[in-house]
């Protein structure tokens, strides 16, 4: 079993910076890809940004320039960093993580989405 926890989510006006973090546990083998997407309520859930093991990127259009995604393969965490941030912005943001296992299965797991707001 493998758990995901996100933090740092909150409310910030336009133009504010915010950094979420996602934290992997459990029976882990191997992370290979990390990586946020967001979700607004109507709408599907859209690739934010996404990060490989070899430290590979690669991010949405409306992301580039003000986000960046980096992670600690050391302790397998993968964090967000947005700056310049929008009101369009404003989703429930979710980790999401390839897994190899302890049992050598290749799983892919969410986290429980944490909040970004924001205001203009």
């Known amino acids: 079993q493998v758990q995901l926890v996100e933090s740092g989510g909150g409310s910030v006006q336009a133009g504010g910076s915010l950094r979420l973090s996602c934290a992997a546990s459990?029976?882990?083998?191997?992370?290979?890809?990390m990586g946020w997407y967001r979700q607004t309520p109507g709408k599907q859930r859209e690739l934010v940004a996404r990060?490989?093991?070899?430290?590979?990127?690669n991010y949405a259009d409306s992301v580039k320039g003000r986000f960046t995604i980096s992670r600690d393969n050391a302790k397998n965490t993968v964090h967000l960093q947005m700056n310049s941030l929008k009101p369009e912005d404003t989703a429930a943001y979710y980790c999401n993580v390839d897994v190899v296992t302890m049992f050598l299965l290749q799983l892919n797991y969410w986290g429980q989405g944490t909040q970004v707001t924001v205001s203009s």
């Open positions: 990060i490989t093991s070899g430290g590979s990127t």
């Open positions: 459990g029976s882990i083998l191997r992370i290979d890809a």
